[in-house]
């Protein structure tokens, strides 16, 4: 099993170009979940999905949207991107809520200029 | 919305020694759930502990034990006979039991001296 990917690892973005971050797990899980890392912030819940077809707002949804059409993927999509947004991204999945262990993928370094 | 607060940015540990990480968290809720979560240079978040606030018996992993004072909303993580592999972030974590929604404290980096 490979577990959660995350694709890509690096991008540089301008200011006001839109991307989207791929994260995909092969683990059958229902939840899935977006993090940004900043120093000193800890990681931050960006949006979440309790399933596949459905997503919720987490602590700083601004600026971000996101789609969980198969279950397997949760994409992370940037419309107007900003040197905010400069950050490290994770992708997270658990098989429920609960105590249940969540596994991250690998991060996503974007920088925004 | 709940928060998680951790208050040691750096801690530094003698090899062998025991160390204990701070957390303090604020909720309303009366059941959730707490994690201690590790992250190394490699950047990997790897899952110490966990513990759901209706027990009252504290959670132990090998070395690794937590002090859940759930009045004081209070949950440390204390490692016994610290390894230089043990040297990394550790990160507190709150899930809500309503909505699954998960918060993150700032993290404590954690130095082992050999």
């Known amino acids: 099993n490979a577990g959660v990917t995350q694709t890509p690892k690096f991008r540089v973005l301008k200011t006001g170009q839109s991307m989207t971050l791929l994260c995909a797990q092969d683990m059958n899980h229902e939840y899935m979940y977006w993090y940004r890392q900043d120093p000193g912030m800890g990681l931050r819940l960006i949006h979440y999905s309790v399933g596949e077809g459905t997503t919720a707002k987490g602590e700083v949804p601004d600026g971000y949207n996101v789609s969980r059409l198969k279950k397997q993927n949760f994409l992370l999509g940037l419309e107007s991107a900003a040197p905010s947004q400069t950050s490290v991204y994770f992708c997270?999945?658990?098989?429920?809520?609960?105590?249940?262990?969540?596994?991250f993928g690998p991060g996503t370094r974007l920088t925004v200029t | 919305a709940q928060t998680v607060t951790q208050s040691q940015p750096e801690m530094s540990v003698q090899e062998a020694e025991t160390v204990t990480l701070s957390c303090t968290y604020d909720?309303?809720?009366?059941?959730?759930?707490l994690f201690w979560y590790k992250q190394p240079p490699s950047r990997q978040m790897i899952l110490v502990i966990r513990q759901e606030a209706y027990k009252q018996q504290n959670a132990t992993e090998n070395r690794f034990s937590v002090n859940f004072q759930k009045a004081a909303k209070s949950f440390s993580l204390k490692i016994s006979d610290s390894q230089l592999g043990d040297a990394a972030m550790y990160f507190c974590?709150?899930?809500?039991?309503?909505?699954?929604?998960?918060?993150f404290g700032a993290g404590t980096r954690l130095t082992v001296k050999p």
């Open positions: 974590a709150y899930r809500s039991v309503n909505n699954n929604d998960m918060r």
């Open positions: 909720t309303s809720e009366s059941d959730y759930y």
């Open positions: 997270a999945s658990t098989e429920r809520g609960g105590l249940y262990e969540q596994y």
